[in-house]
């Protein structure tokens, strides 16, 4: 019994701090276990009996769901590898005309929501959009309608999904291009002349594990998405537990489907962790890669191979949102507008400095407890992120109701709503869903930033308060505002979350260009789509700028 309190002890009791740190171990956990409890209600409800609802489902739609998530998965994910892996060994290996721009250009399709670039294609394609007016235009209304296709099939969207998605590819492996040492290639340059040979036996399977990661969130998004699934009729498991809940009124078979997805996002989790196992030294304490000159026509295909993911990714639907946002702007605008935006600065802006303030707090807590429980805990507080909106959802709507329905047995409150259907669990919800963004960066910079400091201040006796606000934070200050950046960004542009917890009569510019599109106006869901992107614009630029410090 002794050796097992031994044991416990020296996992709670900092091997660094002293009992002054004891309390923000204490509190870090209490805080950790409240935003992993949504979690762990949609996993106990699984072992609940299953309803009517969830036996239809899962005889006649499960399967289709599996399918179409499947086949997005492989075919989103393979266009990101191809388009992010491709512009990323260019970028970084060779030098062309335009280099210099594409180079942070490719990054920009990040600022835009897939769902609103699904709304900008549609319409681009419809046959009564740009394209095949043109079309008409120049070869005729015959020309146009032999041309014509049905872009609204799951195919499209694929590819849709992919055009937005590939920076997320393109961004961990142009870093691991760049950090692999020249030493290598040239080694590599002496047996084969060959580019492609060189990137197919060298460089890429070097920049595997960061290509694995990247790869990695390009599927978390892909099955997160329900904006742009349910406007091209695709049926997913996201769709499926929206259906269960608000058609079918089934909340036990939205968890369980809930459940479903989350074992199949676990699965994609242990194999990506398994992948950043397969590490290697890419670093030789010799000079890093440069760009290579390129001569002759080759320069230009290259120009033209980084341009038209740029193009086709952010140029030509944000062009169409700018157009259609001028054209509808009078028609959309008024006090109820307004009150969409103010809704949507008020959610993201809370919901980042919440979310920021409580990341700093858990890192230092980790920081001056030096246990494997502190690190556990920022472990399972970014876990949210690797989950769809949905799923967190369902999990704050279950928790919730049943905080309601326990304050009111106990006589605290009669009928209030405290969590379901209020701003503050949105908010709640946007913090588990989120803190990864926040955590993981602020983490990191801790690490390189705050040692020496901290050190420093502890050996003139300061306390943990005072090191924390008068030393760390002031280091701290522009990777807590580029945290604040990320943060308020995804928020501003997250759907199905917002969808399912917002208050009634509450909207957000999300939902407002959701609702619009809905309804088959998509010209006048621009100006709300307009906004979300000019607001992300700078946080991308941002990422761009960090990573290019390094």
Known sequence: MRAGNNTLSALIRPRAGTAEARPWLLIAVILGIVLAVPLVTVVAKVFTPGTPAWQHIAQNLLWEYTVNSVFLCLTTGAITLAVGVGCAWLVSRFRFPGRGWL???????????????????????????????????????????????????????????????????????????????????????????????????????????????????????????????????????????????????????????????????????????????????TNTGLKKTGPEPVKGRKKWLYTLICTLPFLLGFALPFLKIAVDAVATWTKVSGPQFYMVIANSVMLAGGAAVLIVVLSVFF???????????????????????????????????????????????????????????????????????????????????FKQQCAKPDEAARSLGKGYLFTLFRVNIPVMRPAILSAFLLVFLDVMKELPLTLILRPFNFDTLATTAFAYANDEMLRESAPASLLIVSAGIVPVLLIHKSIKSL
């Open 363 to 445: 890192i230092y807590s980790s920081r001056i407890n030096r246990s494997v429980i502190a690190k556990g805990v920022n472990r399972v507080v970014a876990l949210g992120y690797a989950l769809p909106g949905a799923v967190i959802a369902v999990g704050v709507m279950v928790v919730g109701a049943g905080l309601e329905r326990f304050t009111e047995g106990i006589g605290l409150t009669s009928g209030s709503i405290l969590v379901t259907g209020s701003v503050a669990g949105l908010i709640y919800a946007y913090v588990i869903r989120f803190m990864a963004v926040s955590v993981n960066p602020l983490e990191g910079n």
């Open 103 to 281: 180079e942070w250009a490719l990054i920009l399709p990040l600022a835009l929501p897939s769902y609103i670039v699904a709304y900008s294609y549609a319409g681009i394609l419809s046959f009564t959009g740009p394209l095949y007016t043109l079309i008409g235009q120049v070869g005729g209304r015959e020309a146009a309608k032999a041309l014509y296709f049905d872009s609204m099939n799951i195919f499209t969207l694929a590819v849709t999904l992919g055009l937005v998605l590939f920076p997320y590819v393109y961004l961990p492996a142009k870093a691991a291009f760049q950090l692999q040492s020249a030493s290598m290639f040239e080694a590599a340059s002496s047996l084969s002349g060959k580019s492609g040979m060189i990137f197919r036996r060298v460089a890429l399977p070097l920049a595997r594990p960061a290509i694995a990661g990247g790869l990695f969130l390009v599927l978390m998004e892909v099955l997160n998405d329900y904006g742009a699934v349910y406007y091209f009729g695709v049926s997913t498991f996201t769709t499926g537990i929206f259906k269960a809940w608000f058609s079918m009124g089934d909340l036990e078979a939205a968890i369980r489907l809930s459940a479903v997805l989350m074992l199949a996002v676990g699965l994609l989790f242990i194999a990506e962790k398994y992948k950043q196992r397969s590490r290697f030294a």
